[in-house]
C-alpha cells in the first residue's frame, strides 16, 4: 500500500504540473490535453478528493514521506489552478469595461445560481429551460439538425444565441458544448439555438459554413415560435467552432457561402469565439502542431494542397479575412476568449485577430486572456466558466441595448 500511495502520488503531481504547464511536444500534446484539461477545470473538485485520498492513506499508516511531499506539491499545485480559475474575474471585467465604452458598460450579474452547478459539473440544466430537441434545418439528416432551448414562459422579443459546436471539423455534435452558456441565458430569457453542421471527412470546405448560415436562416425564419427576435441573432463557439462562428460574422450574405438561398439574410449581431482557430495559411509561422493542422486541413476539410492554390484557404481564414476588410462597417462587434495555457491551438492566433479585427472595424472588439485556462475550458462548470459567461452576457446586453436604441 505504501507503493501505491507513492504512485498515486506521482500521477497525480504529473497531472498537475500538466496543467499548470501544458506539453506542447508534437507527440505528447494530443495525449497531454485531456488530463490537463480536467485537472485545471476540476482543481477544486480534485484538491477535495485529494485531500480524501491523502486522508485514507495516513489513517491505514500507509503514507510514506515521500509521497507526503509530492501529495503536498499536488495540493499546491491545485490551488493555484483554483487561483488563476479564479483570476478569470478581473481578466473578464476588464475586458468588457474597457471594451464597451462606446456602448455603455452594463452591472455585472446575479451568478448565485451558477456556483450550485460545481458541486455536479458534468450535470448542465436549469429547471426553468426547455430544450426542445432536432429541429431539422437542412436536407443532411442528422448533420442539419439543431435544438432549441427557451424560458418555459416564453417571453417576446428575446434575443437569440446560434452556438457552434467544436471537434476539429470532424467530430462533435450540438449536445456537447456551449451547455452552461446556453442554460444561463435562457433561463435568463434568451433563446439559444445549437447546431449540428456536416463534418469532414465525408464533406468537404466550404459545406460546414454553408450549413452554419443555413442554420442561421432557419433561426431568422423561426426564432418567433420560440419567443426569440429575428432581428438580434448573435453567434457563438469553440475550438472549431469558434473558427466557423468568427467566418460567418465576417462573410454575412456572401452568396459563395450561400448556394441556393442567396437572398436569406445571414447577418449576425455580434460574435463570441471561444479559442478558435483563427490562422488556416500559417501566416503567423507557428511551428508547435502546426504540421498536424496542415495535413487534417488538406486531407480532411479542402481535399487539395495549399502549396497548389492557397486561395480557397485564404478565404476559409479568419485572419486573413479580417486583414481584408479594412472599413467595412458590416463587421459586428467581437468578443474574442482564449486561455493563456491553450496546448492546441497557440494563444498567439487570438492576439493577431484581435489586432486585425481592431485595425479593421470601428466596432468594439473585446479580448480576454485567460490565465491557466486550457482548450475546451468552458465545456462544463467552472469557476472560471462562470466569470466568462457573466462577462459574455454583459457584453451581449451591451450589444442588445445599443441596437434597441436604433
Same mark, same amino acid.
Given at each position: ?107 455585472? %450579474? ?16 436549469? @429547471? $426553468? ?48 458544448? /456551449? @451547455? ?17 453542421? @456536416? ?11 454553408? $450549413? ?53 439574410? %445571414? ?8 479559442? /478558435? ?84 472595424? $470601428?466596432?468594439?472588439?473585446?479580448? !480576454? ?14 469557476? @472560471?466558466? !462562470? ?20
Amino acid at each position: 500500500m505504501e507503493r501505491l500511495f507513492v504512485v498515486l502520488a506521482v500521477v497525480g503531481l504529473l497531472a498537475t504540473l500538466n496543467a499548470l504547464r501544458p506539453v506542447v511536444l508534437t507527440p505528447l500534446r494530443i495525449p497531454g490535453f485531456f488530463p490537463g484539461w480536467l485537472t485545471a477545470e476540476l482543481a477544486p473538485q480534485l484538491l477535495l478528493l485529494h485531500v480524501v485520498f491523502v486522508g485514507l492513506f495516513v489513517a491505514g499508516h500507509d503514507a510514506t514521506p515521500v509521497g507526503l511531499v509530492l501529495a503536498a506539491a499536488t495540493a499546491l499545485g491545485l490551488v493555484k489552478l483554483i487561483v488563476d480559475g479564479q483570476r478569470a474575474e478581473g481578466v473578464i471585467d476588464d475586458a468588457v469595461e474597457s471594451g464597451l465604452q462606446p456602448y455603455g458598460v452594463p452591472p455585472k %450579474t446575479d451568478v448565485s445560481r451558477t456556483w450550485p452547478q460545481l458541486v455536479t459539473p458534468l450535470r448542465v440544466q436549469h @429547471r $426553468d429551460v426547455v430544450r426542445v430537441k432536432n429541429l431539422s434545418y437542412g436536407e443532411f439528416g442528422r448533420r442539419n439538425r439543431l435544438d432549441v432551448y427557451h424560458h418555459r414562459d416564453r417571453p417576446p422579443n428575446a434575443p437569440v444565441l446560434v452556438q457552434i459546436h467544436g471537434g476539429a471539423w470532424v467530430i462533435g455534435s450540438k449536445e456537447q458544448q /456551449g @451547455r452552461p452558456l446556453m442554460m444561463h441565458l435562457a433561463a435568463r430569457g434568451w433563446v439559444c439555438v445549437s447546431i449540428n453542421y @456536416r463534418l469532414s471527412p465525408r464533406s468537404r470546405v466550404p459545406d460546414h459554413l454553408i $450549413d452554419v448560415k443555413r442554420a442561421i436562416g432557419w433561426t431568422r425564419e423561426h426564432a418567433a415560435d420560440y419567443g426569440g427576435d429575428a432581428d438580434f441573432i448573435v453567434v457563438t463557439g469553440g475550438s472549431a467552432g469558434g473558427h466557423l462562428t468568427a467566418l460567418a460574422a465576417l462573410t454575412a450574405n456572401d452568396p459563395e457561402y450561400q448556394p441556393g438561398f442567396e437572398d436569406v439574410d %445571414t447577418s449576425v449581431r455580434a460574435a463570441v469565439p471561444y479559442y /478558435g482557430v483563427y490562422d488556416m495559411t500559417n501566416e503567423l509561422g507557428t511551428r508547435y502542431g502546426r504540421q498536424r493542422l496542415e495535413s487534417l486541413l488538406e486531407r480532411m476539410m479542402f481535399k487539395a494542397k495549399f502549396a497548389d492554390d492557397r486561395a480557397p484557404f485564404d478565404r476559409y481564414s479568419p485572419l486573413v479575412r479580417a486583414k481584408s476588410l479594412a472599413g467595412d462597417t458590416k463587421i459586428p462587434p467581437f468578443f474574442v476568449i482564449h486561455g493563456r495555457n491553450d496546448s492546441l491551438v497557440p494563444v498567439d492566433e487570438a492576439r493577431h485577430f484581435v489586432a486585425a479585427l481592431r485595425a479593421a472595424s $470601428d466596432a468594439p472588439v473585446l479580448y !480576454a486572456e485567460l490565465p491557466g485556462a486550457q482548450h475546451a475550458f468552458d465545456i462544463f462548470p467552472s469557476l @472560471r466558466t !462562470a466569470h466568462v459567461i457573466r462577462g459574455v452576457e454583459r457584453f451581449l446586453a451591451a450589444v442588445h441595448k445599443a441596437h434597441a436604441s436604433r
